[in-house]
């Protein structure tokens, strides 16, 4: 089992940025990748970053690509998100996920609101 503990979020101007943290704990010698989710009233949950924990290999959905940095600390067991150029249609609860053994993101933070004003 992992536990994630998300932090960061709030209400944010559009054009500004923020910041995002999940920090794992528990199995985390078994992680294999995490990545941040996103869903919108009335939308499905949709993956907008990931990071693979061996590699680091990175993944980004066209919706934040360019304004969007993933990053892992392996130390702190922790991924941090940077979304800047906020916009709008960014606003959305976020939610940490993580992978172990190569598996599905079958672990979830509890989630975080980000919300964008214009």
């Known amino acids: 089992q992992v536990l994630l503990v998300e932090s960061g979020g709030g209400l944010v101007q559009a054009g500004g940025s923020l910041s995002l943290s999940c920090a794992a704990s528990?199995?985390?010698?078994?992680?294999?990748?995490m990545a941040w989710f996103r869903q919108a009233p009335g939308k499905e949950r949709e993956i907008i970053a990931g990071?693979?924990?061996?590699?680091?290999?990175?993944y980004y959905s066209d919706s934040v690509k360019g304004r969007c940095i993933i990053a892992r600390d392996d130390a702190k067991n922790t991924v941090h998100v940077l979304m800047s150029s906020l916009k709008p249609e960014d606003s959305a609860v976020y939610y940490c996920a993580a992978s172990l053994d190569g598996g599905s993101y079958n672990y979830w933070g509890q989630g975080t609101q980000v919300t964008v004003s214009r």
């Open positions: 990071i693979t924990w061996s590699s680091g290999r990175t």
């Open positions: 528990g199995r985390t010698f078994s992680l294999s990748a």
